[in-house]
């Protein structure tokens, strides 16, 4: 493992709870640039809280996270919050576009929140609705795109930033299966030609299968974490 890759994400010995709820009991794993991992397990297991942590949404209480060099749990929340927007992407399942803004708007947020200069952000953001198919579609707003459709731009927003790594949390839940099929075919694909890695949340085995690793937790701990030949 190479730990001086500036885009390794590592999580070492990391704890949360909730009240009496042991959530994650001293999860470790490192993520190189590039690699896709699938992280499976039954619902409650802690899934969702180690994709916070890994984020720096949530802080530990025992263990840390880091980006390369970068502390990921031990620095501020602005600090935290500027880490995310620079450093990765995100695709969720629900509420993942803003309802009322066009398709390009919804893509360059997270540039324009960065601050970046208004003509960067949409031209990237374009360019990447472009390479995402979506081409002819950015004055749509999110309801008047398919669900596939709605998925791809989120895809883009989430890539536009040239993040180190992209966070899904269950991102085809609300898809039917092909549709699933066909969104996580185009995530690993984006992520891995624009060399960030991706860590996807999900219970379904066949969106798992799109990964090159897959870690599997049980009640907050790491059950298994093998390469995709070996699964
Ligand atoms: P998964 O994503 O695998 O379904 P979670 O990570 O969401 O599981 O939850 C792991 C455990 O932590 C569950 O028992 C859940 O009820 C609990 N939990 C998660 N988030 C919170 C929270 N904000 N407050 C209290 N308990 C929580
Ligand atoms: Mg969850």
């Keep these: 493992m190479n730990s001086n890759d500036p885009r390794t994400l590592s999580a070492h010995g990391v704890s949360k709870n909730f009240g009496e709820v042991q959530a994650l009991r001293e999860v470790s794993i490192d993520i190189p640039a590039g690699q896709s991992v699938s992280v499976m397990g039954p619902s409650g297991s802690g899934k969702s809280t180690l ?4 984020a720096g949404i949530l802080m530990p209480d025992a263990g840390d996270v880091s980006l390369g060099d ?3 749990s031990l620095s501020s ?3 935290r919050s500027r880490l995310r927007l620079e450093r990765m992407g995100f695709v969720f399942q629900d509420g993942q576009l803003l309802p009322e803004l ?3 708007e919804n893509v360059a947020l997270p540039l324009l929140l960065l601050g970046r200069p208004r003509a960067e952000a949409f031209g990237r953001a374009a360019n990447w609705l472009e390479r995402l198919g979506l081409g002819g579609l950015e004055r749509r707003r999110p309801g008047q795109l398919s669900g596939g459709q709605a998925h791809r731009v989120a895809i883009a927003r989430a890539m536009v930033g040239s993040p180190a790594v992209v966070l899904a ?3 085809t839940g609300a898809l039917d299966q092909a549709t699933g099929a066909e969104v996580m075919r185009v995530l690993t694909a984006t992520a891995k ?3 960030a890695s991706l860590v996807v949340v999900t219970h379904d085995l066949t969106v798992a299968r799109w990964c090159e690793r897959h870690v599997e937790i049980v009640d907050g701990r790491v059950l298994t974490d093998v390469a995709a030949e070996a699964a």
């Design 51 to 54: 994709l916070h942590c890994l």
């Design 70 to 72: 970068e502390p990921v």
């Design 77 to 79: 929340d602005a600090a």
């Design 102 to 104: 066009p398709a390009l």
């Design 169 to 171: 949390d269950e991102p």
């Design 193 to 195: 030609g624009a060399g």
